[in-house]
């Protein structure tokens, strides 16, 4: 049994138990709808993958997000074949961003431990909270606020969760994200090459969120190399267009900035990037897709009402 807690307190923890109710209608019909609108087969995948994908639709905005990258990612594809853009890509390209990017955030739903269970529930439901919370907070301050009424039950599920600790800051919480990703895709039936692109989303941020294949990082930073499986090629357009299909569907939905903010938003982050720093052409690149996004307008419909208030200032 426990010893953090006297006997009272722990039978009534047994009593009580957490419950998260769903936020969204997401079956496992709607997983393998998702699969076949990209061409591949649901059998193909290990069921885990599936349940995990059900349980972030069903619980958290993850899979609405990756639905509205991928229908980012359709008009920048428009666009592109349509300037003929240096950006562009083939048919097949765009089908690994799109899958790369529903793959990207399935870590939120905590680590592959051989089952999903309550700390899986746990750990999406933080992903799970949105709103102005500083990366500096510590992970324990932010449990005492989000779960005032289970704060004790879930501080000790955390404890023996790896990889966490009271004192770790939201940012490297969030950036673990990158890490039980490419865990829970590797062995899932998913491409390889789709699973290091998906693995390799949050490759401007810190090493945190930099995973590591069998001890080495999948991103070498000096280089720009993208590297498992075999596998070891230069970061390219796939890669970027995940990435900055990301950054902006976030700023535009979560954080309700017009495109023209996003793209600001964007441009700033691109040029104080630590990483890009290293590398001058792939820094070039990125800048080169922005360039895209920005003439594409994807998802003009979004946050419109703002724009035409700030058009009237
Ligand atoms: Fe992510
Ligand atoms: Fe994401």
Request: proline share 4%.
């Amino acid at each position: 049994m426990n010893e953090l807690l006297p006997p009272e307190e722990q039978s009534r923890l047994q009593r009580e138990k957490m419950v998260f109710p769903p936020c969204h209608e997401f079956r496992t019909k709607d997983v393998e709808d998702v699969f076949l609108l990209l061409d591949v087969d649901p059998a193909s995948i290990e069921p885990q993958l599936i349940e995990i994908m059900q349980y972030l639709g069903s619980h958290s905005e993850t899979m609405n997000d990756e639905k509205r990258a991928r229908a980012i990612a359709g008009v920048i594809e428009l666009h592109c074949n349509r300037t003929d853009s240096s950006n562009r890509l083939s048919e097949e390209g765009w089908r690994h961003v799109n899958l790369a990017s529903t793959f990207s955030d399935v870590g939120k739903v905590g680590p592959e431990q051989g089952l999903v269970d309550i700390n899986n529930y746990l750990i999406t439901a933080l992903y799970a909270r949105r709103g102005d919370i500083s990366p500096f907070t510590t992970l324990s301050e932010f449990i005492e606020e989000s779960f005032p009424e289970h704060r004790v039950q879930v501080l000790q599920k955390i404890l023996y969760i790896p990889g966490l600790s009271f004192e770790m800051t939201m940012r490297s919480f969030w950036d673990m994200h990158a890490q039980w990703t490419l865990d829970h895709l590797k062995d899932s039936g998913v491409s390889k090459e789709i699973v290091l692109t998906a693995a390799a989303h949050h490759l401007l941020e810190g090493d945190g969120a930099n995973p590591l294949l069998d001890g080495v990082s999948i991103v070498d930073k000096a280089t720009g190399i993208l590297r498992g499986f075999g596998i070891e090629r230069s970061i390219d357009q796939r890669e970027i267009w995940v990435i900055l299909i990301d950054k902006y569907e976030a700023n535009r939905t979560r954080n309700k900035a017009s495109h023209e903010e996003s793209i600001i938003w964007l441009r700033e982050y691109l040029e104080k990037n630590q990483t890009l720093a290293a590398l001058p052409i792939l820094k070039k690149l990125f800048f080169s897709c922005l360039d895209d996004i920005d003439a594409a307008r994807p998802l003009d419909d979004f946050g419109s009402s703002k724009e035409e208030s700030l058009a009237a200032k």
